[in-house]
């Protein structure tokens, strides 16, 4: 039986962010590949076959081809436990991804080789680098043509203000990849494509092995002798310190698709980042270690299973040990509670859990108590995470159901799904719930809502899209916002919890709200 302190030292707990399309989920599988989770990495290209990835669940995803949710995924691998938060790509998921970012300790950065750093990627990158979250990069897709790898380095230090430590280095790209050079062994890993088995045929060479020629040719074996000299004379010192600060992210090239440098990637991976880390509190900071249990809920998924009508809430587990059946306070309920259901989730694959440790991910079964951002502690013990912010929707629209005797399922269903954060519900001073006004961070957020209401809750709706594009949430408690003196523009609303908002479609109208109301303070952000 291994002590508590064992089995924490094991866990590592790390979000995948890319660019849509880069490769992130690919990547996934087979990392899931080698901790033999699955035997066969299925085809992401869900559009052209019917297998989809395995952390993909959604209808809709499996339609569109892109994460849309971010999934939870644990699995084992050379004595390790390794929790991977996959997060979704595509950037009208922002939101989603950066509460999901939040529960990570460090964080995998997949960029695709031939584009270099996207946009979407540096957003992620900054919600990193305010947690000082250690980066490691994966350049992916070497197997296409791709840019000069000086040039990818360049571009992640100047966009993202990181440095770079290439741990390998690409001979060739596209048709003319032969494989990477270990900095740390000084040897050569030959590429064999595989389609997608795990048993990769590693052929390694050293630099003055007389099959290289052969195996590379001159000009790239010339090329490759050039660029280790440029690498080792010019490029930055290794600083492990310096890593775990988020201030230099280790860089890896390879091949998600054709499962080429995944393993060594996942091997060095293990050894860059560390256990779970210490979280902080409203009054202290949480060791991992502790005997005492507490985790917070960081997401909130309904109907992850159609036939169940179920609602399951996340939580990352900050210190001690989770046990089945356990009495545990909920701090924001202000009342105790035993966790009912605890699973671990691989995608729709569950399984009932009886113990897990600091750095775990659980789902527990939510009746509708949790909220997003909630603490879960021990009785014994109570402490309090710091609130996840909300970030400020950018879309509006109003929205009502269709037919008026769906009036309960739809209530629900708009609750539902605000609840677990994919959207923001609001509501005119004294209109009713026959319509509400929506808030979105991407507007393709518009179309999960239309078509979750429709198959999950048998919800038609009309939705009219509003011209407002910034919120702020008024401070001043005592402000009636009927009594404010505002432009013809400006929209007064108020959330699920009563808290009063001021919606405007330009800044213009901001600076005439705070003019003419003194002592006014706006916010732009709320807070779970």
Partial sequence: MSSLKDEITKRRTFAIISHPDAGKTTLTEKLLLYGGAINLAGSVKGKRTARHAVSD???????????????????????????????????????????????????????????GVEKQTIKLFKVCVMRNIPIITFINKMDRDSKNPFDLLEDIENVLGINTYPVNWPIGSGKEFKGVFDRNTRKILSFTANNGQKEVEKEEFDLDDPILDEKLGQYLKQDLLDEIELLDGAGDEFDLDAVREGKLTPVFFGSALTNFGVEPFLEQFLKLTTSPLARETVDEEVNPMSDEFSAFVFKIQANMNKAHRDRIAFMRICSGKFEKNMEVFHVQGNKKLRLSQPQQIMAQEREIVDEAYAGDIIGVFDSGI?????????????VQFKGIPTFAPEHFARVRQ??????????????????????????????????????????????VLKYRLENEYNVDIIMENLPYEYIRWIVNEDVDPKTLDLASDTKRIQDLKGNYLLLFTSYWSIDWALDHNKGLELREFGTN
Wanted: proline residues 2%; hydrophobic residues 35%.
């Fill in 402 to 447: 269709k037919d008026t005797m769906k009036r309960k399922q739809f209530i629900k269903g708009t609750n539902q799904i605000a609840q677990e954060g994919a959207i923001q519900i609001f509501q005119e001073l004294d209109a009713g719930m026959e319509e509400v006004i929506v808030g979105v961070v991407g507007v393709l957020q518009f179309d």
């Fill in 57 to 115: 669940w959604m209808e809709i995803e499996k339609q569109r081809g892109i994460s849309v949710t971010s999934s939870v995924l644990q699995f084992k691998y050379d004595g390790y436990c390794i929790n991977i938060l996959d997060t979704p790509g595509h950037e009208d998921f922002s939101e989603d991804t950066y509460r999901t970012l939040m529960a990570a300790d460090s964080a995998v950065m997949v960029i695709d080789g031939s584009k």
């Fill in 370 to 382: 949790f909220s997003i951002g909630d603490t879960i502690c021990s009785p014994s013990h109570k």
